[in-house]
């Protein structure tokens, strides 16, 4: 395999890396030709999309309905009509959404029914590359793209916060004709759960450094990841000297993601999966056993038609409830078609398990 460059940033000696991602998610519009389809779009197109970000593919997965990439720097996700992508680091996501746009018309997909674009706060936004400078930023670039977006932040803007950029479906026509009526709206049941965790426990994080694991599938069955959501199909890359990430897929084209920077000053290690629950209590839970942070952020997406969009709320209680998470921030957002939960917590325990 190539030698890829991280995107370090050094100071002096001293070697940092930003594990935060910043995500992209584009549904585009269903059309009346059902030969449509994102995945046909060529893997050297791609790679070329991702020239613009900064990261190459390292490791790919498909099945009937859903191609996974894990890159350099994270990973992307392509589905019929929708396209995901993670990346942390330096990575520049938002300069490759015109070329990614133009391969989409060419593809047939002419409208944009939602875009999100989220991130959480950067341990060094110093480090990163324009447009990524801060959100200000990264919110006028993609005014320019989508006129009628919106921006939040959620969270405490002066301590730990989550950028939201969100744009949702209007007449944005990208070119030309083939694009559907109204009437035909499309309305599949969508929901996504992210953790981002931080102040990870050194023990669970030597799992992911080469000097104690030898390959990628040990680390995934060694740590438990294996046994978060067992219907996936696993594709896993250990780093050298560490770092992991791995993307699952299963056969009703639901996935599964995770990254981790096990170094311990900056520890980081984020999940996210669009797996259909009435509630993610147990999930949430087994994902906090699995890597013991000393804080992390949820956020979950529910369309109407999605199972979890009465449910979610129920977070609100259960964590408040547990003696060693203190909550430090909830807020809930009504969209057109999204709810948005938002929570914070923090480790509260008396012992030292994290
Ligand atoms: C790409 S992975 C996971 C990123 C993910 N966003 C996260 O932090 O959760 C990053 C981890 O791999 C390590 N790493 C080692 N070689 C790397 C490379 N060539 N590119 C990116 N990261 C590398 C980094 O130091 C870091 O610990």
Not at 52 to 76: G, P, R, T
């Amino acid at each position: 395999m190539r030698t890829f460059i991280p995107t370090y940033t050094m100071s002096g000696n001293e070697h940092f890396f930003e594990g935060a991602e910043k995500l992209l998610e584009i549904w585009f519009e269903e059309t009346s030709d059902n030969r449509n389809d994102l995945r046909n779009i060529a893997r050297c197109d791609w790679e070329n999309v991702l020239s613009h970000v900064n990261c190459e593919i390292i490791s790919f997965s498909k099945n009937d309905l859903i191609d996974a990439f894990v890159l350099s720097e994270s990973s992307m996700f392509v589905s019929k009509r929708r396209w995901i992508l993670k990346t942390c680091g330096t990575t520049t996501p938002l300069k490759c959404l015109s070329e990614l746009i133009r391969l989409a018309s060419l593809n047939g997909y002419n409208i944009i029914t939602d875009l999100f674009y989220s991130r959480k706060n950067f341990i060094r936004p110093e480090a990163q590359v324009a447009p990524h400078k801060g959100f200000t930023e990264e919110v006028s670039y993609l005014d320019t793209l989508f006129p009628n977006g919106r921006s939040y932040c959620l969270g405490s803007m002066n301590l730990e916060c989550w950028y939201l950029y969100t744009f949702s479906r209007s007449d944005m026509k990208l070119t030309g004709p083939g694009h559907i009526t109204d009437e035909f709206l499309d309305a599949d049941p969508d929901q996504t759960i992210e953790i981002l965790m931080q102040n990870l426990d050194v023990n669970a994080m030597s799992v992911f450094n080469k000097k104690n694991t030898t390959s990628a599938s040990e680390a995934t069955s060694i740590s438990g990841i294996d046994k978060i959501l067992p219907s996936m199909h696993i594709d896993d890359f250990l780093f050298d000297p560490c770092g992991y990430s791995m993307n699952g897929i299963n056969e009703k084209g639901e996935y599964m993601t995770i990254h981790i920077t096990p170094e311990n000053l900056f520890s980081y290690v984020s999940f996210e999966t669009n797996v259909a629950m009435t509630n993610y209590r147990n999930l949430i839970n087994q994902v906090i056993n699995t890597f013991k942070p000393g804080k992390f952020i949820v956020t979950i997406f529910a369309n109407k038609c999605s199972l979890a969009y009465e449910t979610m709320k129920e977070l609100e209680v259960e964590y408040s409830k547990e003696s060693h998470w203190k909550r430090t921030d909830m807020q809930c957002c009504n969209f057109p078609s999204y709810n948005l939960l938002f929570a914070q917590y923090s480790y509260n325990g008396k012992n030292n398990c994290k």
